[in-house]
């Protein structure tokens, strides 16, 4: 009898181990190939993502290089099953003056294009973006007094349409010189115009490299109010940003 139950926990054992194995690599895979979660951490794309928002990045969208690897391994170089990313995505990136950081930004500018910004308005190849004023974007500051900011709606040549915001008249990158996207590269903005540290800064971000783009912002999974984490289960009533759960990124 002892004989039988130790050969039947031997087995368990074994089965256990081997699901275990199987969810290991399960993950590995679904990590390395298809999404891979990712969360908000500033308020540079505010309205179109918030601060404490929790996201899924597809990173079969654009193909894969050594940083959709884990630990960015250097396996080998430029792009497998490449695809073009389209002016409007939202795109997980890796900075190029720093590749341990991920940014989040939307794609304005495809190789070859000619960015500026004039009085605020974006203009690719001396073209002014259509945009819309909307109603005002409301927001409460840290002491919970209401914020009222200028909010756009933009409409990009492909007709990809999102909406921008615009805390500051005249603000120090709303009027800039042209910029060049080199071929490979691309040119990012966040939607938050005033509030994000984007290609229209040559020496922090700049423009990125095909080869530094992670995947494309899908769809919110999770979203908490900031400054609450997640794990703390006590606070989701009152915390959790119900109504953005499971929305689609645009």
Known sequence: ????????????????LLFV???????FVMRTFLFQPFNIPSGS????????????????????????????????????????????????????KDDSIDYIKRLVGLPGDHIQMKGGVLHINDTAVKRERIEDYVDTDENGATVRVKRWRET?????????????????????PVYEV????????????DN??????????????????IG???VVFFSIRGGVHPWEVQN???????GRLFTIVR
């Open 216 to 218: 494309r912002a899908q």
């Open 236 to 242: 989701w009533p009152s915390s959790v940003r119900w």
């Open 45 to 96: 794309m505010v309205e179109t993502l918030l601060v404490g928002d929790y996201l899924f990045v597809s990173k079969y969208s654009y193909g894969y290089s050594h940083y959709s690897l884990p630990f960015s391994l250097p396996l080998f170089s430029g792009r497998i099953w490449s695809a073009n990313p389209q002016r409007g995505d939202v795109v997980v990136f890796r900075l190029p």
């Open 1 to 16: 009898m002892s004989v039988t139950l130790d050969t039947r926990r031997k087995a368990t054992g074994r089965t256990e």
């Open 156 to 176: 990009l040549p492909n007709g990809v349409s999102y909406t921008t915001l615009e805390l500051i008249e005249n603000g120090f990158y709303d009027n800039t």
């Open 182 to 193: 080199p071929p490979g590269h691309f040119f990012m903005m966040g939607d938050n115009r």
């Open 21 to 27: 194995i199987a969810a290991g690599i399960m993950f």
């Open 196 to 213: 994000s540290t984007d290609s229209r800064v040559l020496s922090q971000v700049g423009y990125v490299p095909l080869e530094n783009l």
